[in-house]
C-alpha cells in the first residue's frame, strides 16, 4: 500500500500545484515512517490548499491520517502512517532541509 499511497498523494499536491516535489526513503534512518513526501507551496494559503486537497481526496478513499500538525504555519505535516507529507514554505523548507537531513531522496 505504501507504493500506492506514495503516488496518490504525490499525484494529489501535483494537481494543485506543488512545487519541487521529492520523495524520501527514510525506512532504514527512522521508524517514524516509511516515506517522506516534501512538497513546497507558494504561500500559507498555498500549502494550506494543498493539504486540504489531499486530506479531502484521500477521506473520499476511505483514507484517514493520523494527524495532522502546524496548518496555521509555514510548515503542514500530514501523518498517514508509512508515508508522511511535509507541505512547506520556500523560506520553511531551506530552513529545516530534510532532504540533506535524510540524504537519501529521489526526486519525482
Not at 473520499?60 to 502512517?81: A, H, R, S, V
Amino acid at each position: 500500500m505504501e507504493t500506492e499511497l506514495l503516488n496518490k498523494i504525490t499525484k494529489l499536491l501535483d494537481d494543485k500545484k506543488a512545487i519541487d516535489l521529492t520523495a524520501l526513503d527514510v525506512s532504514e534512518k527512522t521508524t517514524i515512517a516509511d516515506s517522506f513526501i516534501i512538497a513546497t507551496g507558494t504561500s500559507i494559503t498555498h500549502i494550506r490548499t494543498l493539504a486540504d486537497h489531499v486530506e479531502e481526496e484521500l477521506k473520499k478513499q476511505q483514507i484517514y491520517p493520523n494527524k495532522i500538525e502546524g496548518y496555521n504555519t509555514e510548515w503542514i505535516l500530514m501523518d498517514y502512517g508509512e508515508v508522511v507529507v511535509h507541505i512547506f514554505t520556500q523560506k520553511e523548507r531551506q530552513n529545516y532541509n530534510l532532504e540533506e537531513l535524510y540524504m537519501r531522496n529521489t526526486n519525482i
